[in-house]
């Protein structure tokens, strides 16, 4: 089972603008995890935020969490071609001593040139 | 630094054929989880390796099972192929206890069932 949502499904902007995807998950959670997927191939770790941490920055990329409403965005800044790809968020909890990760449903993004 | 790499990276079965999917670790990795991904859909966790042992399991069938080997390099083994296990395959490997890390993941496998 999913355990997060992303919204929207899919995006669709031009070269330049933002985009901002949302995920929204169900349980108690360590950290949130962004990853970008292009073309069906291999997830690319884009960035981790803790759960005591409400917003983090890397490059073009800023993360937000919210714990109460248990909601999490990406925002990427001055988008380009190269960022159509899925994003997917994921979310960490312990088990079992170790962390596992359990991945929404995604958001495919496609930039305009 | 090596990353994950996995192999086949293509695959093409019968139903009711029996698949091995491998899998490399990154350098210092120490754990491996495998994930299913239907088209379309986002990536669904089968279960996570560690010290050869498997350390958690999604909601999938006995038939879906694993190793993990000495070196950490590990094998996804499915039985009893049924069509809607075509899907993309993958492997990440990390660091037990590494709360402050992602997945590195491989490209993965994708595998068509007929």
């Known amino acids: 089972s999913q355990q997060g949502e992303e919204d929207p499904q899919a995006l669709s902007i031009q070269e330049g603008e933002n985009a901002t995807m949302n995920c929204s998950y169900k349980?108690?959670?360590?950290?949130l995890q962004w990853y970008r997927q292009n073309s069906g191939r291999g997830l690319v770790h884009l960035i981790l935020?803790?759960?005591?941490?409400r917003e983090k920055h890397s490059g073009r990329l800023r993360v937000t969490l919210d714990t109460s409403k248990k909601s999490s965005s990406l925002l990427i800044t001055a988008s380009r071609a190269a960022d159509t790809a899925s994003y997917f968020c994921?979310?960490?909890?312990?088990?079992?001593?170790?962390?596992?990760?359990?991945f929404g449903t995604g958001t495919r993004l496609k930039v305009l040139a | 630094e090596t990353g994950v790499t996995q192999s086949p990276t293509h695959l093409i079965k019968t139903r009711g054929q029996q698949v091995t999917l491998r899998c490399s670790s990154q350098?210092?990795?120490?754990?491996v989880s495998w994930y299913q991904q239907a088209l379309g859909q986002g990536p669904q966790f089968i279960f996570q390796?560690?010290?050869?042992?498997?350390?958690g399991r999604g909601n999938f069938p006995p038939r879906f099972s694993g190793l993990q080997f000495p070196n950490y390099s590990s094998e996804l083994n499915v039985n009893a192929l049924e069509l809607d296990d075509s899907a993309l395959y993958l492997c990440?490997?990390?660091?037990?206890?590494?709360?402050?890390?992602?997945?590195?993941f491989g490209s993965g496998t994708r595998l068509t069932v007929v």
């Open positions: 350098s210092g990795h120490n754990t």
């Open positions: 990440a490997s990390s660091f037990l206890f590494s709360a402050n890390y992602g997945y590195t």
């Open positions: 994921a979310t960490g909890r312990p088990t079992s001593g170790t962390y596992k990760y359990i």
């Open positions: 390796y560690y010290r050869e042992e498997e350390n």
């Open positions: 935020i803790r759960s005591n941490e």
């Open positions: 349980t108690s959670i360590n950290n």
